[in-house]
């Protein structure tokens, strides 16, 4: 992708919109905008840079705080007038010190960010851990504790316990998603055969 694929013509300015989402969690995280040189910088540096219409100048972010934005994919819009960013944030992306500029649920996304937290723990295996305890217990012990999850989420939905129903559901999702990571699989994976169903 290069900066003469876009159409700005419509634009005034000549800049471009850029919409930065995180590309574990999928919470949309800011907005700004490009000209041709903060494009060619994020490019080439793999970090979002920006051009200020307030400063009238490039703005790296992060370059202050060190909370950069750390490129992943980046995908143009339909019109190719605006740009999408997926990216890994270092730290809150907004100046208030928040996940994101806008005020959408916090717990937004959290699953994806727990499974990549699930990942880590296989990768680093940290002593402490008990993520670290049940993949060195191995396959058994994991699908044991998933079906463990399950029976009780069952018992709690079957008593029409909701509260409880929501405690032990949470516990199952978090056992599947170290059986997931043991089986080296991601949920976007599941979303794939989900979608294939569906059609």
């Not at 008990?130 to 191995?138: D, E, N, S, V």
Request: aromatic share 10%; proline share 3%.
């Amino acid at each position: 992708m290069e900066f003469k694929d876009f159409d700005l013509s419509r634009t005034g300015d000549g800049l471009m919109p850029v919409i930065v989402q995180d590309w574990c969690t999928l919470k949309v995280l800011m907005l700004g905008y490009m000209n041709e040189e903060a494009f060619n910088r994020t490019v080439s540096e793999g970090r979002v840079t920006f051009w200020s219409r307030s400063r009238n100048c490039l703005w790296t972010k992060g370059e202050t705080s060190g909370n950069f934005l750390y490129v992943k994919d980046m995908y143009l819009d339909c019109d190719a007038d605006t740009l999408l960013i997926k990216a890994k944030p270092v730290g809150p992306v907004c100046h208030r010190g928040t996940t994101a500029c806008f005020d959408t649920p916090e717990e937004e996304g959290f699953i994806r960010s727990l499974e990549q937290l699930v990942r880590e723990r296989k990768e680093r295996m940290p002593e402490d851990s008990y993520t670290t305890r049940l993949f060195i217990k191995g396959i058994k012990t994991i699908a044991k504790k998933v079906g463990e999850e399950c029976s009780e989420s069952i018992i709690e939905a079957v008593d029409g316990k909701r509260d409880r129903f929501i405690y032990e559901a949470s516990d199952l999702i978090y056992h599947l998603l170290v059986l997931l990571r043991q089986m080296d699989v991601d949920i976007n994976e599941l979303e794939k055969e989900l979608m294939y169903r569906h059609r």
